[in-house]
T-cell receptor, first 110, second 114 residues
């Protein structure tokens, strides 16, 4: 699976949009970009995934650049409960082993 | 949405005890289940992969005789930490996978060996 690079930490004010970047410059054509988050002392939670089109669900939006070398996870209105470590993972379709890097620690403040 | 239940959420026991952790997929059939371990301030590390009805595949450095995995049905996998010692204290997390669905995780089991 392609290596991904994320900032170690980010801050966001409550109610504002949180934009979490991820670089995956070596991603191959059949690798999806998956996002998970882990709130302290809980298991990871699936957020969203995409291949090349932008995706949106009730939790977040995923913007993937046209060359697929990077992506951004957007939490449109961050709340205190969104404070967590966010993981960006490149994964082939049907290849099921997730490899977690260090992720981005997002701190949402009042 | 997909729900994975993990039990117990916390275990405290004496050194030498064996501990069993259960992982259930509540509303879907999981063809594959995974077991991870997470030490403080570190990321999740995959321990083993199990498919229903077959032997688990362990990652390098994980002792299969120490961490017994049973995946007897499409909705239940168990991890037994045998003769646990303080160095086995960790956060153990399971996940479940069904075809064409993202992997979903349990809420983890915090194991403390005294």
């Amino acid at each position: 699976d392609a290596k991904t690079t994320q900032p170690t930490s980010m801050d966001c004010a409550e109610g504002r949009a949180a934009n979490l970047p991820c670089n995956h410059s070596t991603i191959s054509g059949n690798e999806y970009v998956y996002w998970y988050r882990q709130i302290h002392s809980q298991g990871p939670q699936y957020i969203i995934h995409g291949l090349k089109n932008n995706e949106t669900n009730e939790m977040a939006s995923l913007i993937i650049t046209e060359d697929r070398k990077s992506s951004t996870l957007i939490l449109p209105h961050a709340t205190l409960r969104d404070t967590a470590v966010y993981y960006c993972i490149a994964l082939q379709s049907g290849y099921s082993t997730l490899t977690f890097g260090k992720g981005t620690m997002l701190l949402v403040s009042p | 949405g997909a729900v994975v239940s993990q039990h117990p959420s916390r275990v405290i026991c004496k050194s030498g005890t064996s501990v069993k952790i259960e992982c259930r997929s509540l509303d879907f059939q999981a063809t594959t289940m995974f077991w991870y371990r997470q030490f403080p301030k570190q990321s999740l590390m995959l321990m083993a992969t199990s498919n229903e009805g077959s032997k688990a595949t362990y990652e390098q450095g994980v002792e299969k005789d120490k961490f017994l995995i049973n995946h007897a049905s499409l909705t239940l996998s168990t991890l037994t930490v045998t003769s646990a010692h303080p160095e086995d204290s960790s956060f153990y997390i399971c996940s479940a996978l069904s075809p064409n669905q993202p992997q979903h995780f349990g809420d983890g089991t915090r194991l403390s060996i005294l």
